[in-house]
Nanobody, 124 residues
Framework: QIQVVESGGGLVQAGGSLRLSCVAS????????MAWFRQAPGKEREFVAA????????SYGDSVKGRFTISRDNAKNTVLLEMNTVKPEDTAVYYC?????????????????WGRGAQVTVSS
């Protein structure tokens, strides 16, 4: 059984920084793309960032580009999301997702395994 667990959410002031972590466990290979999505109340799920299996290719949603950084440690089956210069509109539940493909995708339907989410709240 494969599990994906997020951690590191919380309350942060606008302009501050926060780091989210995601650990995948179970019978998995590190040769899978991973991604972060988020969903704010009353809004659709939004792509945040994705990273391919090697870490050599990344992609970001337009709303976070230049402020967020995704990285991974395959030895630990972990992916990180460094969030800098956060804004109140970054408030959402952040979900980590694991693909069964080496290539990264920006659409949620290409990711097979999902965590339960981590709440991030940015105060103004």
């Amino acid at each position: 059984q494969i599990q994906v667990v997020e951690s590191g959410g919380g309350l942060v002031q606008a302009g501050g920084s926060l780091r989210l972590s995601c650990v995948a466990s179970g019978r998995i290979s590190s040769m899978y793309a991973m991604a972060w999505f988020r969903q704010a109340p009353g809004k659709e799920r939004e792509f945040v960032a994705a990273i391919n299996w090697s870490g050599g290719n990344v992609s970001y949603g337009d709303s976070v580009k230049g402020r967020f950084t995704i990285s991974r440690d395959n030895a630990k089956n972990t992916v990180l999301l460094e969030m800098n210069t956060v804004k109140p509109e970054d408030t959402a539940v952040y979900y980590c997702a694991l693909s069964n493909n080496r290539m990264l995708f920006t659409i949620a339907e290409r990711y097979r395994y999902w965590g339960r989410g981590a709440q991030v709240t940015v105060s103004s």
